[in-house]
């Protein structure tokens, strides 16, 4: 069993940053897939950056290619999600996730986080 807990949203401005982080109970950590999805009001969830199992591809969504970034620190079993130039289009709750392999699909990672809201204002 693996416990997942979000941090680090908040209120921003567009064109303004944000660091997310995910910290992982257990020991098992780097032998998991992390991903961050999220979830906009009426829309469904939806993928936003992955990363291996040790680390080394990372993967993200057009959406945000250029500016986000994924990275995974295994000594501190947190997953961290580096957002910049946001855009009000990027307001949702995002989720960490955890699985056997880096997947676009909600429905192939095996534990969540409860999720943390990012609004961003225009």
């Known amino acids: 069993q693996v416990q997942l807990v979000e941090s680090g949203g908040g209120l921003v401005q567009a064109g303004g940053s944000l660091r997310l982080s995910c910290a992982t109970s257990g020991r098992t950590f780097s032998s998991y897939a992390m991903g961050w999805f999220r979830q906009a009001p009426g829309k469904e969830r939806e993928f936003v950056a992955g990363?291996?199992?040790?680390?080394?591809?990372?993967y993200y969504a057009d959406s945000v290619k250029g500016r986000f970034t994924i990275s995974r620190d295994n000594a501190k079993n947190t997953v961290y999600l580096e957002m910049n130039s946001l855009k009000p289009e990027d307001t949702a709750v995002y989720y960490c996730a955890a699985g056997g392999r880096v997947s676009y699909l909600a429905d192939d990672m095996d534990y969540w986080g409860h999720g943390t809201l990012v609004t961003v204002s225009s």
């Open positions: 990363v291996r199992r040790f680390g080394g591809s990372a």
